[in-house]
């Protein structure tokens, strides 16, 4: 149990241009979700926290209207990179909480490369 | 000082070698306590979850608490070649189940 999927798994996109990232809890409700950012080598960096039905809460140094998260269902969030540039070239990985569990259960990761 | 402290290593060692990975910690609320295991280009997947001090084992694998100390281990026995990818530890205070915070990962690399 507690498969969390993420979808595209990887996406080329060209500067300027709008992606979207899937994270679904597959068998869980997912209360909370959160979602990552890895560089290369380097440790997860928390990004922003969403519950459903509610606006995501972003961590310091975060631009919420570029990276725009949306939190529709108990097994559905979304991140929208809006007018994407190189330096958002990233690992992009996801993860979701279920209401009254104490771990997070992560998503495989969405590869980012924006020329 | 960062909450969670953990050596990046690469740690490199032989098939069948137990393997010890640690993280120390400042803030004494913690008390929850997670490995992950995630290999190159994949999320992390959960290995280990402990609640306060204490031991878990689950297969090869056996988790640490020791809060007076505010040290945690991950011991790996009989190593294999398919165990070598970044070891994560995380903790929570277990108020706010939406803050963790996390090592920065010890990459473990075991040769054949």
């Known amino acids: 149990g507690a498969v969390v999927s993420q979808h595209p798994s990887w996406v080329i996109c060209k500067s300027g241009t709008s992606v979207k990232i899937e994270c679904r809890s597959l068998?869980?409700?997912?209360?909370?979700m959160f979602w990552y950012r890895q560089f290369p080598k380097q440790s997860l960096m928390l990004m922003a926290t969403s519950n459903e039905g509610s606006k995501a809460t972003y961590e310091q140094g975060v631009e919420k209207d570029k990276f725009l998260i949306n939190h529709a269902s108990l097994t559905l969030s979304t991140l929208t990179v809006t007018s994407a540039h190189p330096e958002d070239s990233s690992f992009y990985i996801c993860s979701a909480r279920a209401g009254g569990e104490d771990t997070q259960y992560f998503g495989p990761g969405t590869r980012l490369t924006v020329l | 000082q960062k909450e969670v402290e953990q050596d990046p290593g690469p740690l490199s060692v032989p098939e069948g070698a137990i393997v010890s990975l640690n993280c120390t910690y400042s803030n004494s609320a913690f008390q929850y306590f997670m490995w992950y295991r995630q290999y190159s280009r994949k999320g992390p997947e959960l290995l280990m979850y402990t609640y306060s001090s204490g031991n878990k084992e689950d297969g090869r694998f056996t988790a640490q608490v020791d809060k007076s100390s505010k040290y945690i281990s991950l011991f790996i026995r009989d190593s294999q070649p398919s165990d070598s990818a970044t070891y994560l530890c995380a903790m929570s205070d277990g108020y706010n189940f939406n803050k963790f915070y996390f090592g920065s990962g010890t990459k473990l690399n075991v040769k054949p």
């Open positions: 068998d869980f409700q997912a209360t909370t």
